[in-house]
């Protein structure tokens, strides 16, 4: 920018950061402050403007500058790094399943013995043991061929018993205990041959006897 009159000329390059000053030595005294003023704020302005530039390119999708065929692979490219790594699941974090108590027949009637009441005589002292007599229970008693998950936190309701997680429960006693086994569905178990026996003659662990059902 470039000033001029008949007392003095004074030019400003900002690009350059050049400023000139020409006149008397009273005029160039008088202004020169005022002048530097001036050329402080026109940087500072073409700073503010350059670095808006440079922002509004970098906000800029980087989509933006690949070739045609590029940019259509890049969604897909996105979706492949949000999967897990690996491809065989063991590092998907396991997802909790939600089990909900089936409504079944406990009580007891003119054929059978009432949940309640085998449950106080068996004495089951942990979650273990209390599956097993659940689906002791449960075949023996009511006939069924398999027990439901669900059914098993049914029992735990009718004894006003807190309930466990009862896949963990069944899975650890199927693999440990051997006194239940795999249903014909995901989430439903068998009393095993060892399961039986431990009901029938290993509880209660002080030895008393209770009349025991039969399968048909």
């Not at 006149?23 to 020169?32: C, M, N, Y």
């Not at 001036?38 to 922002?55: D, P, S, W």
């Not at 509004?56 to 999967?83: G, H, I, R, T, W």
Request: proline share 5%.
């Amino acid at each position: 920018m470039q000033v001029t009159n008949s007392e003095a000329r004074f030019t400003i390059n900002v690009k350059e950061g050049v400023v000139e000053l020409e006149g008397t030595e009273s005029f160039v005294d008088r202004h020169l402050e005022k002048f530097e003023e001036i050329f402080k704020m026109a940087v500072k302005e073409a700073i503010t403007h350059g670095l808006e530039q440079n922002i509004a390119l970098k906000a800029q999708p980087a989509q933006a500058a690949l070739p045609q065929e590029l940019q259509q692979e890049v969604p897909d490219a996105v979706e492949q790094q949000a999967q897990p790594k690996g491809g065989n699941g063991k590092h998907t974090p396991r997802q909790a399943v939600t089990i909900h108590p089936i409504p079944v027949d406990l009580k007891a009637n003119e054929s059978k013995v009432g949940l309640r009441e085998f449950y106080a005589e068996k004495k089951p002292a942990n979650h273990y043991e209390k599956a097993a007599v659940f689906a002791h229970y449960l075949m023996k008693f009511n006939k069924q061929q398999e027990v439901k998950f669900g059914e098993i936190l049914s029992c735990y309701e009718e004894v006003n018993e807190k309930k466990p997680s009862i896949v963990d429960i069944v899975k650890n006693s199927v693999r440990y205990k051997g006194w239940l086994e795999q249903g014909s569905e995901k989430y439903a178990t068998r009393l095993t041959i060892s399961g039986e026996n431990f009901v029938k003659f290993d509880l209660p662990a002080s030895g008393e006897k209770i009349v025991q059902a039969t399968f048909g």
